[in-house]
């Protein structure tokens, strides 16, 4: 994944990349067609986030006072946060997860 330079550095978890390829690799097996979007969408996406990251839906502050968002894109949310000039790209949910897989967020 390969991404422009933008005002922001660019943070991303390894939470991120497992999830990230355990969804590509299921595409590949199920559909390779989407394979090949879904890693477009994703750069795109993240790409967007490193341009404009405030102007994304606040999901919640935390007790560490970050201030959560994501980024939606057909049924998965990008969720990421801003500090000190820096995106933290922190996890990549398809949206019919239950809310319990959020829970992280708060240890972050």
Do not use: W
């Not at 097996?29 to 102007?55: A, D, G, H, L, W």
């Not at 939606?72 to 801003?82: A, L, T, W």
Request: hydrophobic letters at 40%; a positive charge; glycine letters at 0%.
């Amino acid at each position: 994944m390969e991404l422009e330079e933008f005002s922001y550095s660019i943070e991303i978890s390894e939470r991120f990349r497992k999830s990230f390829k355990e969804i590509l690799d299921y595409m590949l097996v199920v559909f390779y067609k989407s394979y090949t979007v879904y890693q477009k969408e994703v750069t795109e996406r993240i790409e967007q986030i490193c341009e404009y990251p405030e102007s994304f839906t606040i999901l919640k502050k935390v007790k560490s006072g970050k201030l959560f968002r994501f980024a939606k894109f057909k049924q998965f949310k990008i969720f990421f946060f801003v500090e000190n000039n820096s995106v933290f790209i922190v996890d990549n949910i398809h949206e019919k997860r239950s809310p319990k897989s959020l829970n992280f967020i708060d240890k972050v």
